[in-house]
């Protein structure tokens, strides 16, 4: 572009000023910006007008099209419904048609089941009529058989009640000494019960003062008169003692045995005697004492422990009888006052008394297995004996063959030595001779025994 350099003057004001290529260049761009803006405006108010006819172009084609698409969609709808009215009377008939169909079908079919049912009632009426006619056949039969029995039952209640008549008369007269002799066992028992009460309370004021007479009394020495008195004259394999021996620090107060006449003991009692009078201080129990009592009585091997006890009158466990205490780990251990004690002795005595056969049963159990020890050992010493013997007899016999391999001139040596192998197995067999079953048997004699049956058989 040409170097610019002129003036130029104003339109608006009049006034000359001189213009540079800057300003030039500027001015340019200033027209250029606003030519190009009006050109902009221009052509975007003529789209605006064209896009405007086009609108109103456009819903004018779009109003036609509804008003032809209404008037169309209308045509259809009266023609659909002329189809509709036409299908509906043809659907109408043929409903007809089939309900026709089916109704006479119905009838035919009902009128089928209808006959079926009238030969079914025809022949069911035969067949009840068959089957009332053998009911009342089998009816009178049956009555025919019940007039029969009612007969038989009328004769035999004519009999029966002879007979119950005659069963009832011996069973009153039953019947009246039943009630006579109870009548009289009935008094019998209410006097024998009078009696008893009479005598539970005589015992128990027997009870209170021989208690009273205790605590001052010693309660071991009572035990022992008591057992003096009562029981000593009539027990002669029995004893009863202070027990003395004192074993791991503790022991008992009395210990009673009894034995068979052959010697085997079958009852053995523990007793310890603890008494007690109001006035203590120090109040014990009697379960107190029932370990120490079940352990002295293991230490003294007593088959029975019994605590004769004034301790805890006022509890009815221990003053109704005799009690038993017995547990897994202490058994046989009972609790009694001083009035139970000749009863306690005479109850486990007659206990054990139905154990003696077993217990001498076990008692010849165990010699038997003795005397099947001492034959052995008897067997046993007399084979050592003779093995020695042999032993020796060899040792020799050797000893000169010996002598022999070595020296001829040994002869009057192994002759020597020969008569004394002689001698020795003359003595193995002496003893071997001599061992016979009398001295084998000596100390097992239910060994003997045996021998003896078996040579008898």
Do not use: W
């Amino acid at each position: 572009m040409p170097k610019v350099n002129s003036k130029i003057k104003c339109p608006k004001c009049g006034e000359e000023f001189e213009i540079t290529q800057d300003h030039y260049e500027s001015i340019v761009s200033q027209v250029s910006k606003n030519f190009k803006k009006e050109i902009i405006d221009e052509e975007t108010k003529k789209h605006e007008k064209e896009i405007e006819l086009l609108e109103k172009e456009n819903q004018n084609k779009i109003d036609a099209a509804k008003q032809s698409v209404a008037k169309e969609y209308q045509q259809n709808i009266f023609s659909l419904e002329a189809q509709l009215k036409t299908i509906k009377t043809e659907l109408e008939l043929k409903n007809k048609e089939l309900l026709n169909d089916r109704e006479n079908s119905f009838k035919q079919k009902l009128q089928e089941k209808e006959n079926k049912i009238q030969q079914l009632e025809l022949q069911n009426t035969k067949s009840l009529n068959d089957t009332e006619n053998k009911f009342n056949k089998a009816i009178q039969e049956k009555q025919a058989k019940i007039q029969e029995l009612e007969l038989k039952i009328q004769n035999y209640d004519q009999s029966k009640e002879l007979e119950i008549t005659k069963q009832k008369n011996i069973s009153d007269q039953k019947y009246s000494q039943l009630m006579t002799e109870f009548n009289f066992n009935k008094e019998k028992s209410k006097q024998e019960k009078d009696d008893l009460q009479k005598e539970i309370d005589r015992l128990r004021e027997h009870k209170l003062s021989l208690s009273i007479k205790l605590i001052g009394e010693d309660l071991e020495q009572h035990c022992l008169n008591a057992y003096n008195q009562y029981l000593r004259p009539n027990l002669r394999n029995a004893t009863f003692a202070k027990d003395n021996d004192v074993v791991e620090g503790t022991k008992g107060d009395f210990i009673f045995r009894e034995l068979t006449d052959d010697g085997i003991e079958f009852v053995s009692i523990m007793f310890e005697m603890k008494n007690e009078g109001e006035n203590s201080v120090n109040k014990k129990k009697n379960e107190d004492f029932f370990k120490k009592l079940s352990n002295d009585r293991n230490k003294k091997h007593c088959e029975y422990a019994v605590l004769v006890s004034m301790l805890e009158p006022e509890n009815d466990t221990y003053n109704s009888g005799i009690y038993d205490a017995s547990t897994k780990d202490m058994p046989n251990l009972y609790v009694i006052r001083p009035n139970n004690f000749i009863a306690i002795i005479n109850l486990l005595r007659n206990i054990a008394l139905k154990s003696i056969e077993d217990k001498r049963q076990i008692i010849e159990y165990k010699q038997t297995n003795l005397d099947f020890t001492n034959f052995a050992e008897n067997l046993r010493i007399a084979k050592e004996g003779f093995t020695k013997n042999v032993d020796k007899a060899k040792k020799h016999f050797d000893d000169v063959v010996s002598e022999i391999d070595k020296s001829i001139n040994n002869l009057q040596k192994t002759k020597e030595s020969l008569l004394k192998t002689q001698y020795q197995l003359s003595l193995a067999n002496g003893k071997v001779d001599d061992i016979t079953v009398k001295k084998l048997t000596k100390n097992a004699p239910s060994i003997a025994k045996l021998i003896n049956e078996t040579d008898k058989k």
